[in-house]
């Protein structure tokens, strides 16, 4: 048979570190590679419950849903964005299967071929991905500690006249970032200006360490003049767990509309029990109680792989200690690859994602990602070690100077 895969579908090789990272599934190996939340913390027996209080709602529950999501979980979100400070209706939210079908949906409404996308670099790697399956040229925009460059950006808005622009603003994936207002609120300004919808995309926000810090949404500033700049998704997999798959997207109805009605023609509607189960957790579990406690174990781990890295007294490596999220970025000396570096540390054990594969522009190579919410203590360390070992190897095998003092 000749299979005669469109040019997208084509163009769109596997990445060879994907390749790598499937080695890594086993149990021998300690894998700081993946996005994935902690397994104890799962609320397993409330999802238990609230699966079984659907299945005695009787047949109906298992019946087709709306494609815009089960009425009751969007009212119930629409609520909780309102105390957050972001104000929405429930008929301006859809439900999506995981906030990466959220992007997705975006993409099939905005996307002409040639549309020019901006992002930061680096940025979310399977937004890279879907953004070029919809055949956009995406293109970065220098990014600083406090977010986008804005004289960068404006100059990229003049002379490129982007579709829209897409941010991690909080607590990013893969820099652990985090967005000033002032920038925030700039962005804003400048996208108003220029007529350019914004993309926000906030996975991590309820992630944050201290819990008396505040980083508004883009969202929420934009409501405070109205509205509409901002299309909002997030999602229950950080805070619940991945497997419901269950994200949503807020914003305009324009937006909203034509989401749901790309999402018709992609999968009728997000899974019903799935949505029932969720709503009826929200209803008889505390979540807020549960955020606190994933909150303060995943900021003991962050801090635990920060002192354990410490010690490793690495001369010329730096590492950020991010206030939230999932996520510590690393960057190695001058010259090291760390994709080379990875193949070293799947032999000793350990894995990571390296951080070219997240750059739009120049990839920067002496960079990676480290997981800390997924490995307990126990594995933190020892994967540490195993990562140790694995610098010391690569170094010795390329011959270059060791980098422990
Ligand atoms: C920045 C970002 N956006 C979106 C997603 C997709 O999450 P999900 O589809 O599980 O909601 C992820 C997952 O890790 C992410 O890191």
């Given at each position: 048979m000749n299979y005669r895969l469109s040019a997208v579908a084509q163009d769109v090789k596997a990445s060879g570190v994907r390749e790598i990272l499937?080695?890594?599934?086993?149990?021998?190996i300690i894998s700081f590679a993946g996005g994935l939340p902690a397994?104890?913390?799962?609320p397993k027996e409330a999802l238990r419950q609230a699966f079984d209080r659907v299945f005695q709602q009787?047949?109906?529950?298992?019946q087709y849903g709306l494609t815009e999501g089960y009425t009751p979980l969007r009212e119930a979100i629409a609520m909780r964005m309102g105390q957050k400070g972001m104000p929405v209706s429930p008929s301006e939210i859809v439900l999506t299967t995981g906030s990466q079908q959220a992007i997705d949906l975006l993409a099939r409404v905005?996307?002409?071929?040639?549309d020019v996308i901006l992002v930061e670099d680096p940025t979310y790697l399977s937004a890279l991905q879907i953004f070029r399956y919809h055949s956009a040229i995406v293109e970065s925009v220098q990014t600083d500690d406090d977010g986008m460059d804005m004289a960068a950006l404006e100059r990229k808005v003049l002379a490129r006249k982007p579709k829209f622009i897409y941010v991690t603003?909080?607590?990013?994936?893969?820099?652990g970032r985090v967005w000033s207002t002032e920038r925030r609120q700039a962005l804003i300004a400048l996208c108003r200006q220029h007529d350019v919808l914004i993309v926000e995309d906030d996975?991590?926000?309820?992630?944050?360490?201290?819990?008396?810090a505040s980083y508004p949404s883009i969202y929420s500033l934009d409501a405070r003049d109205g509205g509409g700049a901002v299309v909002y998704t997030s999602t229950?997999?950080?805070?619940?767990?991945?497997?419901?798959?269950i994200g949503w997207a807020m914003g305009h109805p324009t937006m909203i509309d034509a989401m749901a009605r790309a999402k018709q023609a992609a999968?009728?509607?997000?899974?019903s029990l799935d949505q029932q189960a969720l709503f009826q957790l929200l209803n008889h579990f505390d979540i807020d109680l549960h955020i606190t406690a994933i909150r303060m174990e995943y900021k003991k781990r962050m801090w635990l792989m920060h002192d354990l890295l410490t010690q490793k007294?690495?001369?010329?490596v730096r590492w950020n200690k991010p206030a939230g999220g999932m996520f510590l970025w690393m960057t190695l000396p001058e010259g090291v690859v760390a994709e080379d570096l990875l193949h070293v540390a799947v032999r000793e054990g350990v894995a990571f994602v390296p951080?070219?594969?997240?750059?739009?522009?120049?990839?920067?190579?002496n960079t990676l990602r480290l997981n800390f919410?997924?490995?307990s203590p126990q594995a933190l360390e020892a994967g540490v070690e195993r990562l140790d070992r694995s610098l010391q190897h690569y170094l010795n095998e390329s011959n270059r100077t060791p980098i422990l003092t």
């Open positions: 499937k080695l890594t599934q086993g149990d021998s397994e104890e913390l799962f009787g047949n109906r529950a298992l905005l996307i002409e071929p040639g603003p909080t607590f990013a994936n893969p820099t996975p991590y926000g309820e992630i944050k360490f201290d819990p008396s229950f997999s950080k805070t619940v767990v991945p497997a419901l798959r999968d009728l509607h997000s899974s007294r690495w001369d010329g951080g070219a594969e997240f750059f739009c522009g120049a990839p920067v190579k919410s997924h490995s």
